[in-house]
């Protein structure tokens, strides 16, 4: 029997914890449909952890696509389906793949397995990083630099610490202003790989915690910058991440495991910063949110 998991019909990091929520109550090698047909919009956030969740299963899941076709045919601009197809079974209609052409999407669903990816979409995105940061959310062009540093930053440690290859999507979104007042640049890096709590077993953190868990290996990584890796500056990525959202009045949130944290937090977002009990879901899955710049009165 196949258990279906019904796709939020908007789908971004709080709405895809009802997946996994229902993703955790089905066995791991349990036949899964995932029912996408009546989702109308989804964040980079949402696109790569549907791959995370293909990856996460041992029987090859099922895919209803997008049943609206404008919706259908961004997800395949974003060359969601590009990858889906290769990880799901579809069941349903997809469309051509078609160049994203002069669009919002900065970076679209892109692999991350190798030292060499991470140069590659650093290359690709460094021009229109500028034109989106300067001319759409009237940053100072010194933060284009920041930015792509942050995305180089949090790609590497897929490679660093998953054990198995990740996603990456960037794209500017103006849907935001019902949530944030402005629009804003939204990155996602995800994988579903070991997570933070095996990757960092055998570190100093492990050694030293009174109760170590997802919650802990989490702090200890996106707070304290401990690395599984003894060589001198290791742990300071996710650091210079933080600061760089820190300083454009950004947010930041890693999941990992059971547990949630949010270490930088806008006046304009309400989230908590940190959740911990949640349905476990594997590898890391780390997104940035960068606003619109508001003039100083």
Known sequence: MTAVITVPASLDE????????ALAAIPADAKVLVDARHCRFATPYGLTALLCLAQSREAKPDFAPPD????????????FFRYAEELYTM????PKPRAAGDSDVLL??????????????????????????????????????????TLSEAASNIIEHAGRGG?????????????????VVQIAVNDAGVGFRKSLESSRARALADRWDDGAALESAVINGVSRLQDPGRGQGLK??????????????????????????????????????????????????????????
Do not use: C
Request: hydrophobic content about 40%; proline content about 7%; glycine content about 6%.
């Open 91 to 94: 069941r349903g209609t997809v």
């Open 167 to 183: 996603w990456v999507m960037v794209q500017r979104y103006n849907w935001a202003k019902r949530r944030v007042g402005r629009d």
């Open 108 to 149: 679209e669903v892109t692999p991350v397995a190798r030292n060499e990816d991470v140069h590659a979409i650093v290359g690709r995105i460094q021009e229109k990083a500028t034109q989106i940061l300067v001319q759409k959310l009237d940053l100072d062009p010194r933060a284009t630099m920041s930015f792509v540093m």
């Open 68 to 79: 609206d076709p404008d919706v259908a045919s961004y997800w395949s601009r974003s060359a």
């Open 14 to 21: 709080q709405s895809f914890e009802s997946v996994i929520e």
């Open 240 to 297: 210079g991440i933080r600061g760089f959202v820190h300083r454009f009045d950004g947010k930041l949130t890693v999941r990992s495991g059971t547990s949630r944290i949010a270490p930088v937090l806008p006046d304009w977002d309400e989230d908590q910063a940190r959740l911990d009990g949640l349905p476990p879901f594997p590898g890391a899955q780390l997104q940035v949110i960068i606003p619109k710049r508001v003039a100083r009165p």
